[in-house]
């Protein structure tokens, strides 16, 4: 069964420190990961994906295929992250994204 | 830059009355997501449409939810009778062929009274 888990529920953190949000995943074949974020009053929009291998906002994110786990990370936090964010994979061809329950970022000034 | 419209933001609605929820997708997107979330947990597929035709159905609760996008465009999104734990956010999304990248739409905020 495809499943996706985000272990915590909330995180918070001080600016500036190093900030890592899990994400395991539990999918057959080789799905494609996504990280999406919603800001407060923002719509849900896409943060970054591993395919591309990018950095947004200073955040990366390394897909673990042995350990399934497709985390995300930055290492200095801003307020500005506050938010919530949700691990998302997808298999392949034009199959919907499956969500985990979100992990809510508090960044604290 | 192109957007998925959603409406109405809000609706509250008294259980066993009808609600639609209408969704525009971003032009030339044929793939189009409706999703359910309820509050605390992440989005969850109702119903997914390629073009005009459904792909997957398989969660949505057809006793009572229906969706159509008859020309391929639009989408509207039916639930009758509404049932208190209806409520919920329900999203819409739109993706392309080329990109795999879903966009959202603002959400309808559904609460059942």
């Known amino acids: 069964a495809q499943r996706v888990t985000q272990p915590e529920k909330l995180l918070s953190v001080f600016k500036g420190a190093p900030v890592e949000l899990k994400c395991n995943y539990s999918y057959s074949g080789s799905p494609e990961l996504f990280w999406y974020v919603q800001y407060s009053r923002q719509r849900l929009q896409l943060l970054l994906r591993?395919?591309s291998r990018e950095s947004i906002k200073g955040f990366t994110a390394d897909l673990n295929k042995g350990e399934t786990s497709f985390h995300l990370k930055k290492p200095f936090a801003q307020e500005e992250d506050s938010a919530m964010y949700y691990c998302?994979?997808?298999?392949?061809?034009?199959?919907?994204?499956?969500f985990g329950k979100g992990t809510r970022l508090s960044v604290i000034a | 830059e192109a957007e998925v419209a959603q409406s109405p933001r809000y609706k509250i609605t008294e259980k066993s009355q009808a609600v639609a929820f209408w969704c525009d997708p971003i032009s030339g997107h044929a793939t189009l997501y409706w999703y359910r979330q309820i509050l605390g947990q992440g989005p969850e597929l109702l119903v997914q449409f390629q073009d005009e035709s459904v792909v997957d159905d398989s969660q949505l609760p057809k006793d009572r939810f229906s969706a159509e996008r008859l020309k391929g465009v639009d989408s509207t999104l039916k639930i009758q009778p509404a049932e208190l734990g209806d409520s919920a956010m329900y999203l819409c999304?739109?993706?392309?062929?080329?990109?795999?990248?879903?966009?959202f739409g603002q959400g309808t905020r559904l609460t059942v009274v």
């Open positions: 591993h395919i």
């Open positions: 999304a739109s993706s392309s062929i080329q990109n795999t990248e879903a966009f």
């Open positions: 998302a994979p997808r298999g392949s061809g034009n199959t919907p994204l499956v």
